[in-house]
């Protein structure tokens, strides 16, 4: 799934419907009050001249609820989204988007932590995978992976650079690692290759391209110096599986 952003939930900005709670001279909401909303949501927290300033629940009708900071109506500060198929934002938000260090939950408890920009996974994050206990560490830009990461498992980790050629998978390219926790590596790298489909008409040619990893070298342990990947002409880009991304196969041996 991708992440679900608070903008697909609209707060009711209109200043009609039930409110009670403190006014400034003005008659405009000031201090502490709640309103109920035209739309069926409501709000119980802080106003200042007449807008959500300061701490806040704003609840909406459809069970999503945020708790937290406020300023001229919009989301800002530290605050917490709980959204309505069980995923949660807990973290930074400008402007109503989250922005800046947060953490989130995925409905299967995966989890994201690190920054964030424009409501996407943005900088340096970690990605950890619920079901078997392993983590992604590396760089996102705008919700994507970029240059090199880090794949850790139970008893190995993979160390090398990923390609964006699937939305919703974890995909190493080019020159990588194999770390494993006995003291060893194996240097290699990641290959597409074609792969005939058995399956297909006589005269139909169809192939299919795989991910095969070539084993070059065993070592020590070294320290890691990322490679660039010439085939991404830098770029090295990947996507994470909000479900769960795959793992980098397992290297032959």
Avoid at 32 to 59: C, F, H, I, W
Avoid at 156 to 170: D, K
Avoid at 193 to 222: C, F, N, Y
Avoid at 237 to 246: I, P, Q, R, V
């Amino acid at each position: 799934m991708s992440d679900v952003g608070s903008e697909d939930f609209d707060e009711d900005q209109s200043y009609l419907g039930e409110y009670e709670g403190d006014r400034n001279e003005a008659g405009e909401r000031h201090g502490v009050g709640r309103a109920v909303l035209p739309n069926g949501d409501t709000y119980q927290g802080m106003y200042e001249n007449g807008k959500r300033s300061g701490q806040g629940t704003y609840r909406f009708k459809n069970g999503a609820r945020y708790i937290g900071e406020y300023y001229q109506n919009l989301k800002h500060g530290q605050g917490i989204f709980y959204y309505p198929d069980g995923s949660k934002y807990e973290g930074s938000w400008v402007n109503d988007q989250r922005q800046g260090h947060g953490l989130y939950t995925y409905p299967n408890q995966d989890t994201y932590e690190g920054e964030w920009l424009h409501h996407q996974r943005n900088g340096q994050g970690i990605y950890h995978y619920n079901d078997t206990g392993s983590r992604y560490m590396g760089t996102w830009v705008m919700g994507k992976i970029e240059s090199a990461g880090e794949f850790i498992h139970l008893n190995h980790r993979y160390q090398g650079n990923f390609l964006n050629n699937n939305p919703f998978v974890f995909q190493p390219s080019g020159p990588g690692k194999y770390v494993f926790e006995i003291g060893c590596e194996q240097h290699g790298e990641y290959l597409q290759v074609d792969q005939d489909r058995g399956d297909a008409e006589e005269d139909e040619i169809v192939s299919t391209m795989a991910l095969k990893w070539k084993p070059k070298a065993v070592t020590g342990l070294s320290l890691w110096t990322p490679a660039k990947d010439p085939s991404s002409d830098g770029e090295g880009l990947a996507s994470a599986d909000e479900k769960g991304g795959s793992k980098p196969p397992t290297p032959e041996t």
